[in-house]
């Protein structure tokens, strides 16, 4: 209690009949728990209950143990809570209003030992992070990103940008805002961890949200080659209202969708080159296999299922082209076997590298 009355002094002043200080009063629940911890036996505080109603108690014992210093108290009560944590299913087993009181309770004392592992087993929970809402993924990224747990933050980015390549119920700008919270400021500011990290789900977030303007924007049932299929096509990206983007993040919008369509629109003029198979003699390469596959490609970019996905899914658009060219009954009898799996294999390639070069398509460079 010396400690109170130093502080007391230190920031109120010395005591006087106007300024008395003030005592914190346990509450009932708070006292009758103190009560049991000072007349427990030795083999009831070893073997204490991993269930709900112990927890509840810890955080009692917690919260008297911090307004009257009770050390040995506030030890006990932790090293309790963290076992609770670490050492049995009660994480799993709780429900999700008891996990959302737990991490409170872990942040208000500073157990952030405990702390740590809590968050790290709600984020690898698949059930409950498929189910939370975006603002409580907004509250475990911040909660990761505060107290440097950059391993779970991983877990957490992860499991979001699922949820968002998904496009199932998942909002994107949630996503965005978060992700440029931590990468828009100055560079002194920066966290090289943290914006490894909120890169990719910025990334992805904007791919998404591009992609279900995209969606409205242009028409369905393009089907053919036409000069109104092709207008309809390239039709400029409306944007519908979207009050919580700032311009600039409207401006990386425009400029990742100018990028897609622009790349998509040269990939299908001009087909990938064809590897030769070693099983395939020059001569036959040259005037069969690469003619077959040019000829193909071309064909293949304007039949109706590619025409019906929107110009600036380039990922989208290679894989279905993939496809597309996989079915292809004149690919089969036409091209060496080696050298059609080899034109295959690059599309998926392909794939790959623009998949992790999408966060240059949103780059603010000039």
């Not at 911890?37 to 009692?60: C, F, I, M, N, T």
């Not at 961890?193 to 369905?220: D, F, N, W």
């Not at 109706?304 to 079915?327: F, P, S, V």
Request: glycine share 4%.
């Amino acid at each position: 209690m010396a400690d109170v009355l130093d502080d007391h002094i230190k920031y109120s002043g010395s005591l006087s009949e106007r300024n008395p200080m003030v005592h914190v009063s346990p509450t009932l629940e708070e006292y009758r728990a103190f009560l049991w911890w000072s007349y427990a036996s030795d083999e009831e505080l070893k073997v204490y209950p991993h269930e709900q109603h112990g927890v509840d108690r810890l955080y009692l014992l917690l919260s008297i143990a911090s307004k009257y210093y009770f050390d040995a108290l506030e030890t006990w009560a932790h090293l309790n809570l963290h076992s609770t944590v670490s050492k049995t299913d009660y994480i799993e087993r709780c429900s999700d209003d008891s996990r959302t009181l737990l991490t409170q309770k872990c942040i208000e004392h500073h157990l952030f030992d405990t702390l740590s592992i809590v968050v790290h087993d709600i984020a690898q929970n698949e059930a409950h992070m498929d189910s939370i809402s975006s603002a409580e993924l907004v509250e475990l990224v911040e909660t990761c990103i505060k107290y440097r747990f950059l391993d779970t933050l991983s877990i957490v980015v992860e499991k979001w940008c699922r949820r968002l390549e998904a496009k199932a119920d998942t909002p994107s700008v949630p996503a965005i805002l978060i992700a440029d919270k931590y990468l828009d400021v100055e560079e002194h500011e920066r966290d090289a961890g943290v914006c490894k990290r909120m890169l990719t789900l910025r990334t992805v977030a904007y791919y998404i949200h591009l992609q279900l303007m995209a969606e409205r924007t242009q028409p369905s049932g393009l089907s053919s080659h036409s000069d109104h299929d092709l207008a309809a096509r390239c039709a400029p990206l409306h944007l519908p209202p979207e009050p919580k983007l700032n311009s600039k993040q409207i401006m990386r919008l425009l400029r990742g969708y100018w990028s897609f369509t622009s790349v998509w629109e040269r990939l299908r003029l001009k087909p990938t080159p064809l590897p030769r198979a070693s099983s395939c003699s020059a001569e036959h390469h040259e005037k069969i296999c690469v003619k077959a596959w040019e000829h193909e490609w071309l064909s293949a970019c304007g039949w109706q299922r590619i025409l019906g996905i929107n110009g600036a899914d380039l990922l989208g658009l290679i894989e279905c082209l993939r496809d597309q060219l996989n079915g292809d009954e004149e690919l089969k009898e036409k091209l060496n076997d080696g050298c059609r799996m080899l034109g295959l294999d690059g599309l998926v390639e392909l794939k790959a590298r623009t998949k992790e070069g999408l966060v240059d398509h949103f780059s603010d460079a000039a």
